[in-house]
């Protein structure tokens, strides 16, 4: 598994060049520490580092490994850092994140999916994430705000509930379009007065926020 992965973060640094976002080193560090096979079902190991999207159950997918390094590098993590992640799945993405911030924050709203995403990442350690079920459209008020949100389910357009959450000069990473399996990539970056700027990075393909 370790061959594996060490492949897979050689392919998804490559790749991320190739893109115009290279990796920093340590997203490159996290990347290569989180045993994402143990983030699936036993009888999925064997892919757990193709670099490929892989369903979890209930629908929902663990994010192909490129986008949750793009995702992680657009948010700009720094050591201090409280970021709220929306759509925590397996809780592969919060994993990740767990080592370079200092808090992680995930909302799920799939019972069963929230229980074994917080199960998993306390046996594993990364002992500073909480996971909730819930509308993560919502955020997580009482821990708010936050240095930067990521959500991994794509939405029509922004939940108007979370930019309030965003620290001034904070991120927020999110899949926006209205086709299923079709939407761009978008960075916005929360201004003094309030209001975000938005770029556009990247066509993706997301499960749907609901
Ligand atoms: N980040 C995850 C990938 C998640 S896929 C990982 O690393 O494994 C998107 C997830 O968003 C799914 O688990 C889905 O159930 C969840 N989701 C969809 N709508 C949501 C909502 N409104 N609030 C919280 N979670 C939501």
Redesign the pocket.
Known sequence: MEDRRERLVRRVSAEMTRIGHPLSPPVEASLRSVPRHL?LPEGLWPAAYDNAAQL?G?G????QPLI?ALMTELLRPRRGDAVL??????????AILSGLVERVYG????PA?AAKAAERLARLGYDNVRIRQ????DGWPEHAPFDGIIV??AAVELPPGLAPQLRTGGRLVIPLGGHRLSQDLFVFEKRADGTLDGTSVLPVA?????
Do not use: H, K, M, N
């Open positions: 983030f979890i209930w929902q997918t663990i994010s949750v992640e929306i759509g925590s799945g397996s809780g592969y993405q919060a909302v799920e709203t799939i999916l819930g509308d993560g459209r991994a389910a997301f499960v749907p926020l609901v």
